[in-house]
């Protein structure tokens, strides 16, 4: 099955600055890689999501870039604030196996003023 | 519109007793899962259903855990018996598969500590 790597397991960035969160998946056949942010005592929520389709997406302060020959796909953040502190995880999806994620341990960023 | 509902959104039971989490689907949606997520293991799949169907329930981690999909919209979750080392909280999501994957809602979860 499906294998998802993520690091580091913990970032801490001042505020303004960028962060960037990196994951390795070990299915080829995996096509669609979503990212999403858990608050503290909250439930993930989805926050940009990417697919195989295409190398790089982008939303506001947030950035997905994606690898398909080295299997791997990055989460960017700029310009960070107090409230993009919380815990992010990525995940991958195979073709053909409807939307079951595997989803990596997880980052936690702390944003400091 | 409402989001994915869960109840309850705390448990708290012995060791021994049987423990049942409901969850309801976002309308029109058509794909259920269920999360275990625990400081040690992270966010776990357990089972999903599409259409209702059991599509995978390979991270089940035992008998003692058993879902069920009775509707279209609603979905349950079992642990009989319980153990402490249950404790976690639960979520389900909700997704609307089409083609291939599909984004998936959650739910506030149930926290679930067991004695």
């Known amino acids: 099955g499906e294998n998802v790597e993520q690091h580091p397991s913990t970032l801490s960035v001042q505020e303004g600055d960028s962060a960037v969160i990196k994951c390795t998946y070990s299915?080829?056949?995996?096509?669609?890689f979503p990212w999403y942010k858990q608050e503290l005592g909250k439930r993930p929520q989805l926050i940009i999501d990417i697919r195989s389709n295409v190398g790089e997406k982008k939303d506001q302060r947030i950035a997905v870039t994606l690898n398909k020959t080295a299997k791997h796909f990055s989460l960017h953040i700029t310009e960070t604030q107090p409230e993009d502190s919380a815990v992010y995880f990525c995940a991958a999806s195979p073709t053909g196996t409807a939307s079951k994620l595997t989803f990596g341990t997880g980052t936690r960023l702390q944003v400091t003023l | 519109d409402a989001g994915v509902i869960q109840s309850p959104r705390h448990e708290v039971t012995e060791m021994g007793q049987e423990v049942t989490l409901r969850c309801k689907l976002i309308?029109?949606?058509?794909?259920l899962f269920w999360y275990r997520q625990t400081m040690m293991r992270g966010l776990e799949l357990l089972i999903y259903f599409n259409n209702n169907v059991p599509i995978d329930d390979s991270g089940m981690p035992e008998d003692r855990f058993s879902a069920k999909m009775p509707n279209a919209s609603f979905s349950t979750l079992k642990i009989q018996p319980s153990e402490p080392r249950d404790s976690a909280v639960y979520f389900c999501?909700?997704?609307?598969?089409?083609?291939?994957?599909?984004?998936?809602?959650f739910g506030p979860g149930t926290r679930l500590t067991v004695t």
């Open positions: 299915d080829s056949a995996s096509n669609y």
């Open positions: 309308s029109g949606h058509n794909s």
């Open positions: 999501a909700s997704s609307l598969i089409t083609q291939g994957a599909g984004e998936q809602y």
